[in-house]
Antibody, heavy 121, light 108 residues
Framework: QVQLVESGGGVVQPGRSLRLSCAASGFTFSGFAMFWVRQPPGKGLEWVGVVSYDGTNKYYAESVRGRFTISRDNSKNTVFLQMNGLRGDDTAVYYC??????????????WGQGTLVTVSS | EIVLTQSPGTLSLSPGERATLSCRAGQSVYSSKLAWYQQKSGQAPRLLIYGASTRATGIPDRFSGSGSGTDFTLTISRLEPEDFAVYYCQHYGSSPFTFGGGTRVDIK
């Protein structure tokens, strides 16, 4: 079945970096755009960014642009979120999700289980 | 950026009742590219509706979506115990692909 599994979360000090991974299985990964969405504790969902099926196009939320970078390795069925210059307000559960229609102009389905990133000194 | 405003913030209803959730966009959503998600406590969100009115695979027909332009509605015709959760709308017609703030459906 279609599955997404995030990893790489943890506790990191402000200003430091962290890289999240999302391993996909059960579908042709190279045919789908992939999203990252985050959710601060007790709050709502916030779109972080998206990468096209081939990695050539990427869009980011204003809150992370210039600090976060999305990339993908289609040979390993994995999408990454490189987070630099982390701040306290980046503390959240980070989800990866597939653009179920292929392009980023479609809904998100399915979602991974999420990985918690805590930025704290 | 399209700002999505969901109302009410919390809806307190009993099982068997009808739930009507609203999602209003600050500008027209291109081609009704609007989705609804359900999130239960401690779980990842799940896609319910896309294209404003099309149910995702496996979603019961008590869930329905409607609307276009700037006003969208998610209706749950008869609440089941498993439907008490938080619901989010999201537009995906253009970047940034923003989410609404969510509506919590609580047991009355």
């Amino acid at each position: 079945q279609v599955q997404l599994v995030e990893s790489g979360g943890g506790v990191v000090q402000p200003g430091r970096s962290l890289r999240l991974s999302c391993a996909a299985s059960g579908f042709t990964f190279s045919g789908f755009a992939m999203f990252w969405v985050r959710q601060p504790p007790g709050k709502g969902l916030e779109w972080v960014g998206v990468v096209s099926y081939d990695g050539t196009n990427k869009y980011y939320a204003e809150s992370v642009r210039g600090r976060f970078t999305i990339s993908r390795d289609n040979s390993k069925n994995t999408v990454f979120l490189q987070m630099n210059g982390l701040r306290g307000d980046d503390t959240a559960v980070y989800y990866c999700a597939r653009a179920f229609g292929g392009t980023y102009f479609s809904g998100l389905d399915p979602w991974g289980q999420g990985t918690l990133v805590t930025v704290s000194s | 950026e399209i700002v999505l405003t969901q109302s009410p913030g919390t809806l307190s209803l009993s099982p068997g009742e009808r739930a009507t959730l609203s999602c209003r966009a600050g500008q027209s959503v291109y081609s009704s590219k609007l989705a609804w998600y359900q999130q239960k406590s401690g779980q990842a969100p799940r896609l319910l509706i896309y294209g404003a009115s099309t149910r995702a695979t496996g979603i019961p027909d008590r869930f329905s979506g409607s609307g276009s332009g700037t006003d969208f509605t998610l209706t749950i015709s008869r609440l089941e115990p498993e439907d008490f959760a938080v619901y989010y709308c999201q537009h995906y017609g253009s970047s940034p692909f923003t989410f609404g703030g969510g509506t919590r459906v609580d047991i009355k």
